[in-house]
């Protein structure tokens, strides 16, 4: 059994910043991608921010130079560091990781519950 809990959003006004947070916990053996997307209210989930296992790194266009993501390896933990919000970053942001359950010998893709980011402006 993999989770994935996630922590950090809330309401902010625009211009000010959030750190998300997503640890995997359970019988991992080991994590490949993690990321974070996001859906906004009548809109398709997206993709935020993606880090690979060895730290390579993706972004959505509308939040590179603004929302870094990083990885905490031994911690089986992922961050979003959101800075200069806009209100047009609102939405519920979910965590995801490419898990190897110590059950399987495939990965998964696990989802965390969502957090709610909005932005005041």
């Known amino acids: 059994q993999v989770q994935l809990v996630e922590s950090g959003g809330g309401l902010v006004q625009a211009g000010g910043s959030l750190r998300l947070s997503c640890a995997a916990s359970g019988t991992i053996f080991s994590i490949n991608d993690m990321g974070w997307y996001r859906q906004a209210p009548g809109k398709q989930r997206e993709l935020v921010a993606l880090?690979?296992?060895?730290?390579?790194?993706k972004y959505a266009d509308s939040v590179k130079g603004r929302f870094p993501i990083s990885r905490d390896n031994a911690q089986n933990t992922v961050y979003l560091q959101m800075n200069s919000l806009k209100p047009e970053d609102t939405a519920v942001y979910y965590c995801n990781a490419a898990v190897r359950p110590r059950t399987w010998n495939n990965f998964r893709d696990y989802w965390g519950q969502g957090t709610q980011v909005t932005v005041s402006s």
């Open positions: 880090i690979r296992s060895g730290s390579i790194t």
